[in-house]
């Protein structure tokens, strides 16, 4: 029966294969919007999974998590730096370390922050070795940069008119190993250094100084008050003790000794004046919660392509079976039995479907690889594309649909009177 | 060898007043040789759809050694058509994209009968039918060929009763020759019981007996000369 089989769709193969694509096509878009779905919740998931609590100044939730732990440029308002003050001498906290960005360099964003955060967010370095003083840089495993390469910050960005802070230039001292996060992309730099370019910190006198991306286009404005440029000091030490005249900041990432003292924390600065505390992790949920609608949505698009091509394929079979139907007649004279006719036209169709679910899931799996590369190489966020049981019961389920639909046309041919398919 | 038996049968098809086929009584001996004339629509192709037990008559019964398969429902009947009927018809219906040797062994293999000793029996039939090539695809060969196949299929599961609906009408007149003397060589070696329905009368003129059909009724029933 196999061998009938196999030489009909041979003969018939150019028809088999457009019924293949139409399969593998239609599933293939319900499997790459599961897949790429999965892919961001997981990659958001674990790129902010070793950011705990982060405090920052009242606004948006959503646009601290996402500023903080994705890196995305955005206008972030200030807190007051002895927030950090506080938590760094807070016996709840295991660390505290402050956040602080705006500027970048060919497209890569410059974090100010200190040796606390880059040893407990890493794995360590896969060449060089921290920073140790104002004038030194360290690259994510996503930076283009060798060791030694000089990093001139750009304030906001180039294509709006930012502009460089000249003379102040980092050299690259090491480079970290991947964490699949948004930093992977960041050049790392002594958080003392960014005030000093901003003109903060030792000569304290702009506290509302923005680490603003937007700052470049309100420069006409503020300029007088918000532009007072200053040069790092290569050489100096690093100075990571914060107890004393913080300049304001835009966020704090907190780590808390345990999930009660998360909890207390949060708490505390919530309610506390000039601050906001989150837990990434609750923000992320509330945006997956979005994300899963637009899947909802993108999901009901691809089971309408599904059900067309479905309606389409027992067009297809019915028809088929119809003009068939002299051969299926001549197979029962010839004594096949019927069931071996329902098989044929059974097992014909279902090994059809097969393949194109079988090619469909190949399909969207490379789309959803694609896609998450795009989005990887944007934004240095790993975007995991992997199977669960739930796709093979997802492929399980196309099958036992498309074995059941098969049943109608075969039923059709078994029921079939050979005498009048051989009379017609 | 199976001998066939009709009586009072009969069968009318739905707006039709007369019944397209009524046989009081009819007997062919086991290994006799019939051969079935008359014009179209005088009831040959219900005939041999009867007796192949493709159809089923609205009264009457048709035994066939015995067995009565007018009584067998259609999956029976379909069991044993498969066992003791070998079929062949004016189309050839064999398939395309199989080879010679695969048609012959199709309907055996989908009924799950297709033993070593059906292959080698295959092979050997498409010898005897004079086909030296069973791996030919059969698109590739010539309509005289094709029925070869054909008679081969028919003869495959050494059927007790040949019956061959117009087997040469759509050959020339070699080919159709060549064709009635392999029915009626096969047939004679296989000892089986040989139908043959047919306006040739090359063909029919050397079976044994021959009855014509008219209107549903046989009109006439001549004994030939033994020519075997």
Known sequence: MIRFVLADLRRLWAASLVIVLLVALATALGVAVTLQERALRLGSARAADKFDLIVGAPGSETQLVLSSVFLQPAALPLMPGEVLTKLIADPRVAWAAPIGFGDNFQGYPIVGTTTALISGTTTGFSQGQMFAREGEAMVGSGVDLPIGAEVKPMHGAAGEGGETHAESIYHVVGKLQPTGTAWDRAVLVPIQAVWHIHGLGEDHDHEEAGHDEHEAADHEDEAGEEHHHGHIDADAPLDEDFDHEVPGLPAVLVKPKTIADAYALRQAYRTGEGTRAVFPAEVLTGLYATLGDARAVLMYVAYGAQTLVAAALMLIAVIHVAQRRKQIGALRAFGAPRLAVFGIVWLELLLLVAIGVGAGFGLGYGAAEFLAGLFTAQSGVHMPVEFTKSDAALAATFLAVAALMAALPAALAYRQSPVEALRG | ?228
């Not at chain 2, 012959?104 to 090539?133: D, F, I, M, N, Q």
């Not at chain 2, 590739?140 to 070869?148: A, P």
């Not at chain 2, 028919?154 to 070699?174: C, F, K, Y």
């Not at chain 2, 040989?194 to 014509?212: A, K, N």
């Open chain 2, 1 to 228: 060898m199976l001998p066939l038996a009709l009586s009072d049968v009969a069968i009318s098809f739905p707006g039709l007043a007369q019944p397209v086929l009524s046989i009081d009584h009819l007997e062919v001996p086991a290994g006799g040789r019939l051969a079935v004339t008359g014009a179209s629509g005088s009831g040959k192709s219900t005939f041999v759809n009867l007796v192949s037990g493709l159809e089923r008559p609205d009264t009457g019964a048709i035994r066939w050694d015995g067995t009565d398969i007018t009584t067998l429902s259609e999956s029976r009947r379909d069991l044993w058509r498969a066992q003791n009927v070998g079929l062949v018809m004016q189309d050839f219906h064999l398939f395309p994209g199989l080879a010679a040797i695969d048609n012959v062994l199709l309907p055996a293999r989908l009924a799950r009968a297709a033993t070593a000793e059906v292959k080698s029996r295959a092979h050997e039939l498409l010898s005897r039918v004079g086909l030296a090539r069973p791996e030919q695809s059969v698109e590739t060969m010539s309509r005289g060929e094709m029925q070869r196949v054909a008679v081969a299929r028919a003869l495959l599961r050494r059927p007790g009763v040949l019956i061959a609906d117009e087997p040469t009408a759509s050959l020339d007149a070699e080919a159709g020759a060549e064709v009635g003397q392999l029915l009626l060589e096969l047939a004679n070696q296989e000892g089986a019981t040989l139908i043959v329905v047919s306006h040739d009368e090359r063909l029919t003129e050397r079976l044994d007996r021959r009855i014509r059909l008219a209107d549903g009724h046989i009109v006439a029933d001549t004994a030939m000369r033994a020519s075997s």
